[in-house]
């Protein structure tokens, strides 16, 4: 094979980092570099930056086993948050497994706002509906120190990532979670002064064309929105109004074509008030606002 990458007699840090980010540049990986350090570092149980600073270390035969199976896991489409169990999301590291969403860095933007809003209120109560990993919540727990924060989904196998992430961010005494569709596990009478939601979003005819290792890896019911993508904002839409205090906020994470959408569906509710649409750091609409009168 003339462009096969030449095979290194020693193996050290450097050598399977070098090879290996090759392999998976030919294999047609998007982040060929970064990928191999966090697989290497995930393996030999060290920060990306150890592996520079002993870039000549050899790592012994049976971590470049698990690293060599780690890697053909990559190729054939598995996320490296799965691979390795984790990802960073706005302050903290959360468990992830295939039971949940991986979170995206888009929703940041979400948790900032909701910050920003909860931050002169004193105890204030707060709802993550469809929680998946609980990136949201927790972390407005983690930030708000006096806030309480309800998280619901659907799928119990989520809710047992987010018990386990709340606890290992020193969260869970501020936090109730509750199995169930949408708003249907609250108590009657429940409100809150903060609700947020990254609901499933993804139209039925998107998903033949969505990255294959989203669609064949992370969870359908965490990315399925119905035909028109739009089904968790209707239900939520109709239904999300006696569930907010007066004044209280709403942020919805949206794809960015849903705003237009979106906030037609928010502004049909009498008793809502749809403000400014936050954009993301590659400037897409994905935020949605509104404040219940
Ligand atoms: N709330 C979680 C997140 O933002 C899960 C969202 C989902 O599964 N649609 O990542």
Redesign the pocket.
């Known amino acids: 094979m003339a462009d096969a990458p030449q095979i290194p007699t020693v193996w050290t840090n450097r050598a399977l980092l070098n090879w290996t980010t090759e392999y998976l540049a030919r294999k047609g990986i998007e982040s060929p570099k970064i990928d191999a350090q966090v697989l290497l570092a995930h393996v030999l149980g060290c920060k990306k930056v150890d592996l520079l600073v002993n870039f000549d270390q050899q790592p012994p035969e049976a971590d470049r086993n698990r690293f060599k199976e780690l890697i053909q896991r990559r190729v054939n489409g598995w996320p490296v948050a799965y691979l390795v169990g984790t990802r960073d ?1 706005y302050l903290l590291t959360f468990e992830v497994t295939p039971a ?5 860095p888009e ?1 940041e933007t ?1 948790v900032a706002e909701a910050l920003a809003f909860l931050k002169p209120k004193s105890a204030p109560a707060v709802l ?1 509906i ?8 927790i972390s407005i727990a983690h930030q708000k120190k006096d806030s309480h924060v309800t998280a619901i989904d659907v799928s119990p196998d ?1 809710l047992e990532v987010a018990k386990r992430n709340a606890a290992k961010a020193g969260v869970a005494d501020r936090m109730t979670f509750l199995q169930g569709d949408l708003f249907a596990p609250l108590p009657a009478g429940a409100t809150f002064d903060l609700i947020a ?5 993804i139209a039925g005819h998107e998903f033949a064309g969505l990255q294959a290792e989203v669609r064949d890896h992370e ?1 359908r ?3 399925d929105g119905g035909a028109d993508g739009l089904a968790f904002y209707r239900r939520i839409a109709a239904a999300v109004g006696p569930y907010l205090k007066p004044g209280g906020k709403l942020l919805l ?1 949206i794809g960015s074509t849903q705003d237009e959408s979106v906030r037609g569906l928010l502004a049909a509710q009498p008793d809502l008030e749809v403000g400014p649409t936050l954009k993301d750091d590659a400037k897409h609409p994905r935020v949605v606002t509104a404040k219940k009168k």
Do not use: H, K, W
């Open positions: 999301f949940v969403l991986i979170p995206r929703t979400l993550d469809g929680t998946g990993s609980g990136c949201i919540g989520a939601s990254n609901p499933p979003y969870p019911a965490a990315l994470e």
